[in-house]
């Protein structure tokens, strides 16, 4: 168990919706990562939070968007849904964010949500 | 433009013989390699790392050298059991906290 919790586990929905995935980070981790696989594909790297701010971003959408909390949970929100979203999405989770040595960069990855888009 | 490649899909070896993986990059920035596992339904798990500054880590049967002259970093698993089956992701991080995943490699060991 990694201690990243992603909910929910399985995720059906119609084109053209828009729906919320929700991550908790490991406990007194600050940074979060938001991560697409699609079928046969890499991780595709999304955005990044640190402490609340985004810190970096990758190849997001832009029907796409996320925050951070103050309790630091993460929600990825995923709208104007198309068949093309279908794909596992994993949170991580890390101790830091820049500056801190190996260690602090080392992610932790929640066991994702697969969202299917029919 | 990926700035990190695992150019083999997939690897096959025989129990007890030595899995190579491969990983190579573009970016002279990156100040950490890292290697993750990911077993079917589940997330990857973080396995062995390896500073810029170092050229090999080992770890039990684990070994990652990395050869930043070529910008090539390899991880050695010996002796390969069938629990090693898995997709395996190399990533790489700059100190600025942004990693860049390759898009992995599944190794099969064959009892």
């Given at each position: 168990d990694s201690g990243v919790t992603q909910t929910p586990k399985h995720l059906i929905t119609a084109t053209g919706q828009r729906v919320t995935l929700r991550c908790s980070p490991r406990s007194g981790d600050l940074s979060v990562y938001w991560y697409q696989q699609s079928l046969d594909q890499g991780l595709q790297f999304l955005i990044q939070y640190y402490n609340g701010e985004e810190r970096a971003k990758g190849n997001?959408?832009?029907r796409f968007s996320a925050q951070q909390f103050p309790d630091l949970h993460s929600e990825l929100n995923l709208s104007s849904?198309?068949?093309?979203?279908?794909a596992l999405y994993f949170c991580a989770s890390s101790v830091?964010?820049?500056?801190?040595?190996l260690a602090k960069n080392i992610q932790y990855f929640g066991a994702g949500t697969r969202l299917s888009v029919l | 433009d990926q700035q990190v490649k695992q150019n083999s899909p997939s690897l096959s070896v025989q129990e007890g013989r030595i899995s190579i993986l491969n990983c190579d990059y573009?970016?002279?920035?990156?100040?950490y390699f890292l290697w993750y596992k990911k077993y079917p339904a589940e997330g990857p798990t973080f396995l062995i790392s390896i500073s810029s500054i170092k050229d090999k880590n080992e770890d039990g049967r684990f070994t990652v050298f990395l050869n930043k002259s070529a910008k090539h970093l390899s991880l050695h698993i010996v002796?390969?059991?069938?629990?090693?089956s898995a997709v395996y992701f190399c990533a790489a991080t700059t100190n600025a906290g942004k990693s860049t995943f390759g898009d992995g490699t599944t190794l099969t060991v064959k009892p």
């Open positions: 997001i959408l832009e849904l198309e068949l093309g979203d279908s830091g964010s820049s500056g801190g040595g | 573009t970016n002279s920035m990156f100040d002796p390969s059991q069938p629990g090693d």
